[in-house]
């Protein structure tokens, strides 16, 4: 089983800052690419963000400039530094990523969600 936890979400003024992170743990044999994805109320899910197993990245453009996403491979953990907050960015933020993991007569990859976490930019 491999479970995906998110943390460091919250409540923050416009123009603040979060950092989320984004723990995988189980039996993992590798990871590809990992992500975050937001869904706000009445809209479908989008993703902000997303980086390689080589560290390339990209980014939706409304983000571009304020958001950072990094990965840590040793802890298994993705990072979404987020600056400049706006009111719009409130939303659950979602960790994505590409697992392989080993199963009874070989490896499986296939993707995970974590549970998703509040972000709330509010004066």
């Known amino acids: 089983q491999v479970q995906l936890v998110e943390s460091g979400g919250g409540l923050v003024q416009p123009g603040g800052s979060l950092r989320l992170s984004c723990r995988a743990s189980g039996s993992i044999f590798s990871i590809y690419d990992m992500g975050w994805y937001r869904q706000a109320p009445g809209k479908q899910r989008e993703l902000v963000a997303a980086?390689?197993?080589?560290?390339?990245?990209n980014y939706v453009d409304s983000v571009k400039g304020r958001f950072t996403i990094s990965r840590d491979n040793a802890k298994i953990t993705v990072y979404l530094q987020m600056n400049s907050l706006k009111p719009e960015d409130t939303a659950v933020y979602y960790c994505n990523a590409d697992i392989v993991t080993t199963v009874v007569g070989g490896r499986v990859r296939e993707g995970y969600w974590g549970q998703g976490i509040q972000v709330t930019v509010s004066s």
């Open positions: 980086i390689t197993s080589g560290g390339s990245t």
